[in-house]
């Protein structure tokens, strides 16, 4: 199927992008970090994240790294056999769960090959940060959103087609 390509394509982006910025930047460690500015509000920094989103149990102590593992190996395996079973037809439901595997599978290798998730996409306004993210999240994000409008959309195509 053509969406697991689009998977492929987003672990493949993630995964050189991750490795370019690592290559690239020093980590930031201790306030004491490096960044490329872009915009006044957008630059990158090198991070690992030990957590899930927002950082969240990043202080746990390790345990997290492979609760984190099985769950996102779960959820992979979970969203992999709903795409395989998503009619053709339904193409904004197969591209928003293909953005989200790509996502959730780019973020695994990392939990497993290394312990953490390298972020490295900065937004910020002043002194008001948004937790730094990368290619994988964002692509989990969008697929999110595309999958809400899919479940939006939903209800009147089918009144439509009874109506």
Known sequence: MIYFFLSLLVIIGDQW????????????????????????????????????????????????RWLLVVISALVSGVITVWLYRVRHTERLLATALALILGGAIGNLIDRVLDGYVVDFIVVHYQH??????????SAITIGAILLILDTLLKPKEASQVNG
Do not use: R
């Not at 690592?22 to 090198?46: K, M």
């Not at 937790?131 to 999240?137: Q, T, V």
């Open 17 to 64: 992008s991750k490795a370019f910025m690592t290559d690239l930047l020093p980590l930031c460690v201790a306030g004491n970090c490096q960044s490329i500015v872009l915009l006044p509000v957008f630059n990158f920094t090198l991070l690992h994240n030990e957590g899930a989103a927002f950082s969240f149990l990043s202080d746990a102590g390790g345990w997290q």
């Open 128 to 137: 008001y940060y948004f937790p730094a993210f990368n290619i994988a999240d």
